[in-house]
């Protein structure tokens, strides 16, 4: 089975800047797209940005200019460039892929708190 696992995550002041990574297990084959997406307390699990295996971004409209998405197709990881945070960037940030048009199970998540 693929597993998701997320690392990176932590308390940063207002501002500053957090690279969050993803590396993809149980898979020979390259996951067709890869992201994240984050659960802020007492709200949905949104969508922050995707990434094809071709290279094409999507980012939500509250991330765009300040988060930037790349990835390794040959490693299956996704990482997420996180600049000028804001205390709304608080929440549980979640690794998303999608192989053979399935998403794959969600990893346990990696906490981000932006606050002074």
């Known amino acids: ?38 659960r802020a307390p007492g709200k949905q699990r949104e969508l922050v940005a995707t990434i094809t295996s071709s290279g094409s971004t999507d980012y939500a409209d509250s991330v765009k200019g300040r988060f930037t ?9 996704v990482s997420l460039q996180m600049n000028s945070l804001k205390p709304e960037d608080t929440a549980v940030y979640y690794c998303y892929g999608k192989l053979f048009g399935s998403d794959l199970p969600w990893g346990q998540g990696t906490q981000v708190t932006v606050s002074s």
């Not at 969050?20 to 898979?27: E, F, M, N, Q, V």
């Not at 998405?69 to 990881?77: G, K, L, Q, V």
């Open 69 to 77: 998405i790349s990835r390794d197709n040959a490693r299956n990881t």
């Open 1 to 38: 089975q693929v597993q998701l696992v997320e690392s990176g995550g932590g308390l940063v002041q207002p501002g500053g800047s957090l690279r969050l990574s993803c590396a993809a297990s149980g898979t020979i084959f390259s996951i067709n797209v890869m992201g994240w997406y984050r």
